[in-house]
């Protein structure tokens, strides 16, 4: 039974920063392609970032070098870290598991089969 939680969700201020987690569970994690989406009412899932099995990274146009992806392949974690947040960063975040060790196009909701239930972060 394979799942993800995520964690590290908050309120800040402009120009602050937060460290979102992603825990895995339930399968082989070390060889999946991670990533993290962000959604807003209204919207689509948009993605933000992702970290192949061999690390790999990749951002949306939008990170402009803000946010950082980084998996821990021993603890089974993927993290996000944010800095220097806008308000329109204002999402909840998800964390999605890829049935492979690189997925194309990484951005596409349908190239990931697992997904966590979210953490919310606002930026005012």
């Known amino acids: 039974h394979v799942q993800l939680v995520e964690s590290g969700g908050g309120s800040v201020q402009a120009g602050g920063s937060l460290i979102l987690s992603c825990t895995f569970s339930g399968a082989t994690y070390s060889r999946r392609c991670m990533a993290w989406f962000r959604q807003v009412p209204g919207k689509g899932r948009e993605a933000v970032a992702a970290?192949?099995?061999?690390?790999?990274?990749i951002y949306g146009d939008f990170v402009e070098g803000r946010f950082t992806i980084d998996r821990d392949n021993a603890k089974d974690i993927i993290y996000l870290h944010m800095r220097n947040l806008k308000p329109e960063d204002t999402a909840m975040y998800y964390c999605?598991?890829?049935?492979?060790?690189?997925?194309?196009?990484?951005?596409?909701?349908?190239?990931?089969?697992?997904w966590g239930k979210g953490t919310q972060v606002t930026v005012s």
């Open positions: 999605a598991a890829a049935p492979r060790s690189t997925v194309s196009p990484w951005s596409y909701v349908v190239s990931y089969d697992y």
């Open positions: 970290a192949d099995a061999d690390r790999r990274t």
